[in-house]
């Protein structure tokens, strides 16, 4: 199948919102959530929100520029907020934000945000396949897709799968180095 062929979906189609308490078990000796508790709270959350949109099954290709702004605390409600911001040919961009709150909605705070990035498979799970391309409405969803492009050719950089010299955005950061 072409990507022309497929349906354009809205950002919003993809938004996935997903609750945690924090419980003993999830965190570390000082009572705060463990980081690789909330990175997997972040992935299954993401991942829905790729699904949701790509309508198949998707893995995890990277997850980059991860923020841990504020710390979370045990008995903590965790919100965690993810939707596509661009696709690809068969990746998509899924960005994350992470809200912790006490059980009585007092001191919420933005604590955490990670962009996540899915490649899309076929039914068989054995190859990938393309995406529908997303179509950013807000000032907030454009302000995203605009930016994806250039933190998809980092990322390519930094992988090594793309050569600084054969990176077109990036290209007069990449001459500075």
């Keep these: 199948m072409k990507k022309a062929d497929l349906k354009a979906k809205k950002v919003s189609d993809s938004k996935t919102i997903m609750t945690e308490m924090v419980m003993p078990n999830d965190t570390n000796p000082s009572g705060n959530l463990m980081g690789g508790n ?5 992935d299954i959350a993401a991942s829905i929100a790729a ?3 790509c309508e198949s099954e998707v893995v995890t290709a990277s997850v980059d520029h991860v923020s841990f702004t504020k710390p979370i605390f ?3 409600i965790v919100t965690i907020e993810s939707a596509v911001t661009r696709t690809f040919n068969s990746s998509l961009e899924v960005y994350v934000e992470v ?3 006490d059980m009585k909605g007092n001191n919420n705070r933005m604590c955490n945000h990670a962009y996540f990035t899915f490649v899309a498979l076929t039914d068989d799970m054995k190859k990938t396949r393309v995406v529908p ?10 302000k995203l897709f605009e930016g994806a492009e250039r933190r998809r050719e980092l990322r390519l950089v930094l992988s090594g799968r ?3 010299s054969e990176a077109k955005i990036m290209k007069e ?3 500075k180095l």
Aim: glycine share 6%; net charge neutral; aromatic share 14%.
């Design 38 to 42: 909330l990175m997997r709270w972040m």
């Design 173 to 175: 950061f990449f001459k």
């Design 74 to 76: 045990k008995g903590d």
């Design 51 to 53: 699904g949701k949109h």
């Design 133 to 142: 391309d997303v179509i950013p409405l807000t000032r907030e969803e454009e």
């Design 162 to 164: 793309l050569q600084p």
């Design 99 to 101: 809200f912790a709150a």
